[in-house]
């Protein structure tokens, strides 16, 4: 009889037993003659970068604290700007973004459009709910903002 048989597929995506944001891992791929399977998770590559880039610099906790107050600073910024909703914003990013760009730009040497921060400040967001809920925040972000930019 004949037997169907299913095509393999050079990228899947691993199985894990919790709810996983998409930005939080990268597909699996086969490697090698014994087809072994591994995935780098996002969390993971970037506190490699963080560690190699930090090891034994006073700057960069400098930047770190720095960039860390600067989110407080915005966070205030804006609840006082949503003063009647208590800060309740759902398109918090989008104002954070505006508040912060230049100053974040100028901490990091670095360019980012208006869009490009949104975008990061949402997956950062998402990020740190999955990776470190309840965690110092402003510090998180500064952290994952320093070891890809700074």
Same mark, same amino acid.
């Given at each position: 009889?004949h037997?169907a ?9 691993s ?6 944001h ?8 086969l490697?090698?003659?014994g ?7 996002? =969390? !993971?590559?970037?506190?490699l %970068?963080?560690? *190699?880039s930090?090891?034994?610099?006073? @700057?960069?906790?400098?930047?770190? +604290? =720095? !960039?860390?107050?600067?989110? %407080?600073?915005? *966070? ?5 700007a @949503?003063?009647?909703?208590d800060? +309740?914003d ?12 230049n100053k ?7 360019k ?12 950062l967001?998402k ?7 309840g965690?110092?925040w ?13």
């Amino acid at each position: 009889p004949h037997m169907a048989t299913r095509a393999k597929q050079p990228y899947t995506v691993s199985h894990h037993p919790v709810s996983v944001h998409p930005l939080a891992i990268q597909p699996q791929r086969l490697v090698g003659a014994g087809q072994r399977k591994f995935y780098e998770g996002v =969390q !993971i590559v970037t506190s490699l %970068r963080r560690l *190699a880039s930090t090891k034994g610099t006073g @700057y960069m906790d400098d930047q770190l +604290d =720095q !960039i860390a107050a600067l989110f %407080r600073e915005t *966070a205030a910024a804006h609840h006082q700007a @949503y003063i009647e909703t208590d800060g +309740d914003d759902p398109e918090w990013p989008l104002w954070y973004a505006e508040y912060m760009r230049n100053k974040l730009a100028a901490l990091l040497d670095a360019k980012f459009t208006k869009s490009e921060l949104v975008y990061l400040l949402v997956r950062l967001d998402k990020e740190q709910q999955l990776e470190a809920p309840g965690a110092n925040w402003p510090r998180y972000y500064a952290d994952w903002l320093v070891g890809n930019y700074g």
